[in-house]
């Protein structure tokens, strides 16, 4: 069964840093691409961040020069995605899903509808 599992969130003041994991297991996902979203109360999911199969990125504008991600596939039966979270904003406040979608199409990366799968999500909450 596949199963994508968040962790590293927390409390931290404006201006710090968070590292974000995400363990995907239960089926190869080298050949998906992997993404970041968030979703703060009362508004839709986010597109944060993506990487395809391919390693290449893609990133929201609003965290772009602040917000990195990455993924390690060297383990066929645990893909690892991160997201390395700097110049933390209050804005940035949300709870963030990884996911995987089996297209690597960009446009298509940045939408919530092009992932098959999602974490339960972790929960950022930055603070003045």
């Known amino acids: 069964q596949e199963q994508l599992v968040e962790s590293g969130g927390g409390l931290v003041q404006d201006g710090g840093s968070l590292r974000l994991s995400c363990a995907a297991s239960?089926?190869?996902?080298?050949?998906?691409?992997m993404g970041w979203f968030r979703q703060a109360p009362g508004k839709e999911r986010e597109f944060v961040t993506a990487i395809t199969s391919g390693g290449s990125i893609i990133y929201a504008d609003v965290v772009r020069g602040r917000f990195t991600a990455s993924r390690d596939s060297r383990d066929n039966a645990r893909n690892m995605l991160y997201l390395e979270m700097n110049n933390l904003k209050l804005e940035d406040t949300a709870v963030y899903y990884c996911?995987?979608?089996?297209?690597?199409?960009?446009?298509?990366?940045?939408?919530?509808?092009?992932?098959?799968?999602w974490g339960q999500g972790t929960q950022v909450t930055v603070s003045s």
């Open positions: 996911s995987a979608a089996r297209t690597n199409h960009i446009a298509t990366l940045r939408t919530a509808r092009g992932y098959s799968y």
């Open positions: 239960g089926r190869s996902f080298n050949s998906y691409a």
